[in-house]
Structure formats: C-alpha cells, structure tokens
C-alpha cells in the first residue's frame, strides 16, 4: 500500500503534529500539578508536628485558636494524599512523556529511512500504520489503568 505525499503531508499536518503536541502538553500539565502537589504535602507534613509542640507549648498562655492549626494541616495532607494516588498525576506525566518521545522517534526512523523504513516501499503508510498503533496503544493502556479503580468502586473482578 501507498499513500501520496499530499496525503501523507497531510495526515503529518492534521494527525500527527497535533498529537505530539497534545502528548507534551498533557504531560508538562500532570508534571506541574504534581510537583505542586508533591511540594506541598512535604511542607504541609514537615510542619504538622511543628505544629502539634508550638501547639501543646502555646495551650499555657490560651491561645486556643492554634488547638485546630494541626489538625488542620493533616486534614489537608491527607486531601493532596489522596489526590495524587486518586489522579494519578505522575503515572500520567511519565506515560504522556513516553508516548510523545515515542511519536517523534517514528518521524526520525522515517525520516533517516532506517529500521522498518528501510527499503520498504510505502514507508509514508508503514509511518501512519505505526502511528495510529502507538496511540491506539497508549489510549488501550490509558483505559486499562481505569479499570481497577473502577472495579474497587463496584466491588468487580
């Protein structure tokens, strides 16, 4: 099978390049928000025990406000525990991250007309053959990795 290079050019246009681009986005995306999260929870737990002594230390002179200061602060760890586990943030960064890097690999092999690409004829349909199957891949990995907290939820094997 062949594909023209109008064709080809344009599933480049249209398919691929707007994959690649979502690829990296999502991925910068998930990195940040977990970083964020990361950082706060190791402020937030560092300093609840800090929080626990000025508390205990505090109780003498009446200041009762600093009695929920603590306790608050484990309350919110363990919201950002728990959106990190329940989200999946990094999981997400590192599988965003792979598939991008994956994608622009494909277009190099193509490109240099090395491995698969070498002397094939209809290498412009071997690349969109691969494409589709790295994404189709990622997308069967991605639904994959919905079904155990799905079934946690509804008690399914």
Aim: aromatic content about 12%.
């Amino acid at each position: 099978m062949t594909m023209d290079k109008d064709n080809f050019q344009k599933y480049l246009n249209d398919r691929y390049y707007d994959q690649i681009n979502w690829y990296d986005q999502k991925s910068i995306s998930n990195q940040r928000v977990y970083k964020k999260l990361q950082f706060s929870l190791i402020v937030l737990s560092s300093l609840t025990p800090i929080l626990i002594i000025i508390e205990k230390l505090e109780m003498a002179r009446n200041l009762s406000w600093l009695f929920w200061l603590p306790a608050s602060t484990a309350v919110v760890v363990a919201i950002i525990a728990s959106l990190i586990k329940t989200f999946r943030f990094q999981e997400s960064w590192i599988n965003y991250r792979t598939t991008c890097e994956t994608l622009k690999k494909e277009k190099y092999l193509y490109d240099a007309e090395v491995g698969e690409y070498q002397k094939v004829e209809g290498k412009e349909a071997l690349f969109v053959e691969r494409v589709e199957s790295l994404i189709s891949r990622e997308n069967t990995l991605w639904i994959a990795s919905q079904k155990p907290a799905a079934q946690k939820k509804t008690g399914a094997n």
